[in-house]
């Protein structure tokens, strides 16, 4: 049995696309979700040594202190002092690991991206941009520009990845954006916009001047709800190839059960539940609002 903590969780895709991969490779594990609210994530690890629970998915707003309270941490979520997976081994030890940015890393590669040597520009500097860094990073990108309103917060994602990675503010952001090979919209910009006969201006919220893109880029949204953002639109018509959401999520899902299970699942299962699962979230928001 597997589990996930956060709050709130009754939006999370986890459910769905871990039930789909465990039907599929015919592991007999259920997976379910725990609304836990925010300082009883502690509590909540006590629970996973006592009920058999094997493997342990971890959500906002949990990620920073399960890593003050696991046993032990992998490198990846000793670096980012942030948790988002948690193996249960003999004797109930804990063991945290981070799986975020290495989907981001795995997505990627699984399009048949090169990431070594790619220069990038991530946007935003909360803990999406941090994994993402950390792990673009450790794969080998080239030069990385981290772009932020917050000089502070940006400078503490650069310190990630002191060999690669710069900080600039996000105002001087379109010489960069338009230099680099790889964009990430690492802020929540777009997310929740499901858009139901036709278009409007909040819609329509980008997190960068549209002016900036082109054939050459690389963009990647790590928002999925929706799954086509406006971001993705404009960078598909000035002819950038584009990388939705559902990567990273689903790829940072199949890592989570490879270290539970040790074994890879069916990644295309996963996105395709996924997709299911989204289709249906916006018909009934279509139907509702008729």
Known sequence: MAALIGSPVAHSLSPVIHRAAFAAA????SYVAFDVPAGRSLLALDAVRNLGISGLSVTTPHKDQVADGVDSLAPSAAVLHSVNTVVVQAGGRLVGHNTDGAGFVSSLVAA??????LSAA???AGPAARSVVSALDSAGAGRITVLNRTADKAAAVVALAPRSAVARPAARAGETLAGAELIVNATSIGFGRIEVGGTGSAAAELPLDPAVLHAGHLVADLVYHPLDTAL???ARAAGARTFDGLGMLVHQ?????????GHRPDVGVMRAAAEAELARRAANVASSDE
Do not use: E, N, S, T
Request: charge should be negative; avoid cysteine; glycine fraction near 16%.
């Open 122 to 124: 991530v946007l935003g």
């Open 112 to 117: 048949g991206v090169d990431v070594a040597g």
């Open 253 to 261: 899902a199949a890592l989570q059960q490879h270290l539970w299970l």
């Open 232 to 234: 993705l639109r404009a």
């Open 26 to 29: 015919g592991v007999d594990w």
